[in-house]
């Protein structure tokens, strides 16, 4: 409601008139003067928290733009679709190469190659690897590559990944749990090797355009710690590939070895010594024996000729077989 200010006259003047004694009559109060408040200037309004914050990618969108930008990057080092039958030759660095048609739908030429790798990554970096790349040329209107033999690297374990920006610029970490693989269990496991990488890029429209890109985290790398992949329980099932016995070539000998590494080794059937085996995964498939009598001696489980599963004992001078398995 407005505010109102009444100006009032507090006194009436009379003046007498000295002849004809008649007074004036009284002045009419002046009409009260009427003001309104100046209304406030209303307050900008600020963006809430929550508000501000609508604008920034979230960390699952960005890993994902990473990850879209690694497919890119796999296609262009050799994973675009390609037909084999249309080829042509072609001098590079002094050896003849010979190319093939690029039929990848929408990409008929290094312009349109150029355009395809910048929707995640920057274009200055994409035109250069691909204008100044000997894997790509064009002919007759169409575009050919030298097939690159790409494949995904075998090392490449589990892979970690995060994310972290201020709206408007920021970086994917990448962190790859290496593996190796071990013949006589016929699978990967966790080595230990732990590999870490960055990559910065800048926010357009709400998604990351990388400065620069490689491919190196694999097709379908799993993204968490596989139960049963690390080196404790390949040290375990090195261990149970042990158990049972093992028997001398002559038969004079033998090992009875339980699950847990523990063994009894017997000859012409008498117990003359007990002890157990660690494994060491530094040499493979190496492992100590350690006992009363034959402490440090070496031995390492393999497999001969035929795939029979053996002992090496010294250097592979003594022999023995699993029972059952000769």
């Known amino acids: 409601m407005k505010k109102m200010t009444l100006m009032l006259i507090t006194g009436l003047t009379i003046a007498l008139v000295a002849c004809g004694g008649v007074s004036e009559q009284p002045q009419e109060p002046e009409p009260a003067e009427i003001t309104a408040d100046e209304p406030e200037p209303e ?27 690694q497919n890119l990057w796999f296609k262009f080092e050799g994973g675009l679709e390609t037909d084999y039958s249309d080829s042509v030759n072609a001098q590079v660095n002094g050896y003849d190469m010979e190319y093939f048609r690029v039929t990848e739908p929408g990409i008929g030429t290094l312009d349109e190659l150029a355009e395809y790798l910048s929707a995640r990554v920057d274009k200055d970096f994409v035109e250069n690897a691909v ?14 590559s030298c097939p ?10 589990w892979v970690e990944y995060a994310a972290e920006t201020d709206g408007k610029s920021g970086k994917v970490i990448v962190t790859i749990h290496r593996q190796d693989y071990f013949d006589l269990l016929g699978d990967f ?34 993204e968490a710690p ?11 099932a ?19 070895i339980t699950a847990d590494g523990s063994f009894t080794y017997y000859i012409d059937g008498e117990a003359v010594n007990t002890g157990y ?14 006992g009363d009598d034959i402490s440090g001696t070496f031995f390492t489980y393999d497999r001969d000729q035929s795939g029979v ?6 250097n592979g001078s003594t022999v023995f077989t699993m029972e059952g398995k000769g």
């Not at 590939?241 to 004079?252: A, F, P, T, V």
């Not at 599963?309 to 010294?314: A, H, M, N, S, T």
Request: aromatic share 14%.
């Open 189 to 222: 496991y966790e080595s230990g090797e732990i590999d870490t990488y960055e990559y910065p890029f800048s926010i357009e429209d709400g998604h990351a355009i990388f400065d620069f890109m490689e491919y190196n985290c694999g097709s379908s790398p799993y």
């Open 238 to 256: 090195l261990l149970g590939l042990l158990e049972g016995r093992w028997i001398y070539d002559d038969g004079s000998a033998y090992y009875d």
């Open 148 to 157: 690159a033999g790409r494949g995904d690297d075998l090392s490449i374990g």
């Open 131 to 144: 204008y100044n790349n000997d894997q790509y040329m064009e002919s007759d209107g169409a575009l050919y």
């Open 277 to 290: 085996i660690t494994s060491s995964l530094s040499d493979d498939a190496t492992y100590m024996m350690n």
């Open 226 to 236: 596989v139960e049963g992949y690390d080196s404790e329980s390949l040290e375990a």
């Open 309 to 314: 599963p053996v002992i090496l004992f010294d």
């Open 43 to 69: 307050e900008p309004e600020v963006p809430s928290e929550d508000e501000s914050d609508t604008d920034i990618p979230s960390e699952e969108s960005l890993i994902a733009d990473f990850k879209e930008a």
